[in-house]
């Protein structure tokens, strides 16, 4: 199940956990990344806490837990080399997994189809 | 990103967009941020070969003296300036500095000696306070024109020289800092061997109704990206340039900003004629004594950049605080993070280990000799 936010992440929903990533529009919108911040493996967050940072030539921009949960991996690969995230940011360029607290949460957010509507 | 429609637009702006650029507002105007080739490529592309800029947002100023001598121009500027106007040949141009009675920065600024008048150049967030500032003060002595007629461009890099020499063979007897009227494809151009990247190049005045040929004929050569303010920032940080509003304003003086180079002997104590601009006292103080605080380099250990606004400490718990990161941010040639700051006198040494404040923890960090990239003018 793929999922969308409103703040351009996505999350690949198996069983509880989401594979949560930045979406093909954000990461255009930001440009070549130079550095990626990522979450420990074991932290908690509410839905709009500052999970990752992600920063490119120009500015920092912080990427937001989209739902409670628990950071259950992360994705080491996009520190060593952040332009993963450019090249395949739904894809190889994945930030986090999130054990969800609610795994009835993941409804209120958008599908796919109203992604593309918000994004033009 | 809405763009309001009550920015102003620079003459270029119909070609910016044909040419994919994506705008932001910039002091007051709808600017291009960045091309289709993003702000890394535009920048490594700039340092490898050349880069077009548009910076027709920033003020340009014909300084015309009422009695008809020059000579009377330049004595008008030096009361605004702590330079040497009057000393400035012909056919030659100055960096400069409006300062304000306490010693502080109103803008940076070019100064040239255009022969029966002087051509300056300002920073477009401060053009209408700047000539504002101009008229109070010389503007018995001086006629004073804002140029909003005409556009104004940068060709920087290493392939600057050869692609301006296509359209003019002359270019190439110019040296870093000298000025010249010329005439690109039939427009009557004003050009300096000067910009803000580090890399030899040069700023072009164009009519604002030729701007757009020139430019197209500019883009066609093939060493020629189109370079947005993105990428223009990352170059100027590297080149170790002061961007005014972060890392020089009202509340810094030139020798706080390690700018006394821009103020020439004939100004200093004991100089021909000294003295007589504004915050004279405070700044040939400081030239004699030391500020207390100075504008340093910065080089992180890490690859987080360090940026704007971070707190930089001597001890790795961010307990004694020694001054403030002003720019910052990734160089794409150095590759890695670079900053400038403000930091007291003592810690103000290249190597002294710092740490500087990024999201709650105290990165390593070292004072470091700017610039970052080695400049490359044709002196």
Known sequence: ?120 | MDVSSDLKKTPLHALNLSLGARMVPFAGYEMPVQYAAGVMKEHLHTRAAAGLFDVSHMGQVTVRARSGDNADAARALETLVPVDVAGLPEGRQRYALFTNDEGGILDDLMIANRGDHFYVVVNAACKEADFAHMRAKIGEACELTLHDDRALVALQGPRAEAVLAELWADISSMRFMDVRACDLHDAGCIVSRSGYTGEDGFEISIPADLAETVCCRLLDHPDVLPIGLGARDSLRLEAGLCLYGNDIDTGTTPVEAGLEWAIQKARRRGGAREGGFPGASVILDQLENGPERRRVGLRAEGRAPVRAGAVLATDPEGEDVVGTVTSGGFGPNVDGPVAMGYVATASAEPGTPLYAGVRGKFLPVTVAAMPFVKNTFKR
């Open chain 1, 1 to 120: 199940m793929l999922k969308f936010t409103e703040e351009h992440e996505w999350l690949k929903i198996e069983g509880d956990v989401a594979t949560v990533g930045i979406t093909t529009h954000a990461a255009e919108q930001l440009g070549d990344l130079v550095f990626v911040e990522l979450p420990d493996v074991g932290a908690t967050f509410e839905k709009g806490g500052d999970a990752a940072t992600v920063e490119s030539v120009k500015a920092a921009s912080d990427v937001y837990c989209p739902l409670d949960g628990e950071i259950v991996e992360v994705n080491e690969a996009i520190t060593a080399d952040p332009s993963l995230v450019n090249s395949d940011p739904q894809g190889a360029g994945w930030f986090f997994k999130l054990k969800l607290a609610n795994k009835a949460d993941a409804d209120g957010l958008m599908d796919e189809a109203a992604y593309k509507e918000l994004v033009g």
